[in-house]
């Protein structure tokens, strides 16, 4: 089996759908994907992960990682201008120069629906689906673009088309319309 050259690593990173930071012995970042970068655009990494990341770093100097940090690290988040909470996952890696990787996924309202049920009710097309998945997520019409690489007037006419179809003028609006479809019961 051939090993992946750095440019397949980094497309199969791209395309994970978490986002992946690694940060290296001085807690400075050392690697981001596609979805971390945006994530550090938008918000400042959680204060928590990053001291968990020093203790871990340090435990691992004094031999005292597998006793301090037995099992899987886990860091919930909600921050104030999100509509999500946001799961962290730490991995301490030791080699030459040890590192800390952590693995990040959102808890969207895309994921709380049933998004083949709304396709289906308002006759969405799979692009329109794409374009509203975002917009559950709480992505803005410039993330969107950038995202599905489409013009930022592209998004607006697909917005258009669903606010049309769903019968919606805004995005509250459409948020409201969505969570009261048939077969929307918005699961926690």
């Known amino acids: 089996m051939e090993s992946l050259n750095k440019e397949d690593m980094e497309v199969l990173m791209n395309l994970l759908p978490v986002g992946v930071l690694v940060f290296d012995e001085k807690m400075g970042i050392?690697?981001?994907n596609r979805d971390a970068e945006k994530f550090v655009n938008r918000y400042e990494v959680p204060q928590e992960v990053i001291s968990v990341g020093k203790r871990m770093l340090?435990?691992?100097a004094t031999?005292?990682?597998k006793?301090?940090?037995?099992?899987?690290?886990?860091i919930y988040k909600k921050f104030?201008?999100?509509p999500s909470n946001w799961t962290f996952r730490l991995h301490f890696y030791e080699r030459t120069k040890p590192f800390v990787c952590v693995f990040f996924t959102e808890d969207a309202l895309s994921s709380k629906v049933s998004l083949n049920a709304i396709r289906a009710h308002y006759r969405l097309t799979r692009r329109e689906m794409d374009v509203l998945r975002r917009v559950l997520n709480g992505n803005k019409n410039t993330e969107i673009a950038e995202d599905l690489q489409i013009s930022e007037q592209t998004v607006k006419d697909h917005l258009s088309n669903i606010y049309m179809k769903c019968g919606a003028e805004n995005r509250f609006a459409l948020l409201s319309v969505l969570l009261s479809a048939p077969g929307q019961g918005v699961t926690s």
């Open 80 to 82: 104030d201008d999100s």
């Open 63 to 65: 031999g005292r990682m």
């Open 67 to 74: 006793e301090l940090f037995p099992g899987e690290i886990y």
């Open 30 to 32: 050392a690697y981001r």
């Open 58 to 60: 340090k435990a691992s």
